[in-house]
């Protein structure tokens, strides 16, 4: 019996540690594990940044995992200059430079960064209470976590909650993590640090 509860506990302790573990979704070296869409500018500069900047053609941009997430928690940090207006979508999709899915935002100060957005849809979900916008630090690196269960999405932006928000749609979605560049050009934002953690 002893013996039977230990393999028990075994199982589950490495099941829980499987489920914990945290996977690094950049490298600091290259966009392995990433796909481009769209001909704005992806790559990583001299200091392990992943830097994302709009082209010549000044349109929508994105990159993607090649991976699909469901239930996860991401970590990463940015930092925004000039336009700054970007976001990390969760479970989506992209066709050509068209994506379906939902955009936690990513935008200067009076922005809303935080709120959920979804694309070619039913445009904004939810937006963050306006005091909390002071946690956003423009031109300086924020730290963002977003929870993604069931069909919850929670947002915080240097530790603090940005929005808590239920969606029917948002828990049947399908697809990976992508990162934005907004269209009309302008735009330039640092990222690193991007860690998953599937729930």
């Not at 939810?126 to 963002?144: H, Q, R, T, V």
């Not at 239920?166 to 990162?179: F, N, P, R, S």
């Amino acid at each position: 019996m002893k013996k039977i509860f230990l393999v028990a506990l075994l199982a589950v302790t490495v099941q829980f540690a499987f489920a914990q573990k945290k996977e690094k979704l950049f490298n600091g070296k290259d966009l392995s594990g990433w796909k481009v869409y769209g001909t704005e500018k992806w790559y990583v500069d001299s200091n392990g940044l992943l830097v994302s900047e709009s082209g010549p053609d000044k349109g929508y941009g994105y990159l993607g995992t090649t991976a699909d997430y469901v239930d996860f928690e991401v970590e990463l940090e940015f930092k925004q200059e000039a336009n700054g207006n970007s976001g990390v979508f969760i479970r989506s999709t992209v066709d050509g430079t068209k994506v379906s899915g939902w955009q936690v935002e990513v935008a200067p100060p009076g922005n809303d960064t935080g709120g959920i957005y979804e694309s070619y849809g039913r445009g904004w979900l939810i937006k963050p209470d306006p005091e909390k916008d002071k946690a956003l630090k423009f031109g300086e690196w924020n730290k963002m976590k977003i929870v993604v269960k069931g069909d919850r999405v929670t947002s915080y932006v240097n530790g603090v909650e940005m929005v808590n928000y239920a969606d029917e749609k948002i828990g049947a979605g399908k697809g990976g993590v992508l990162l934005q560049i907004h269209d009309g050009g302008g735009i330039k934002v640092y990222w690193r640090n991007i860690v998953l953690k599937k729930l």
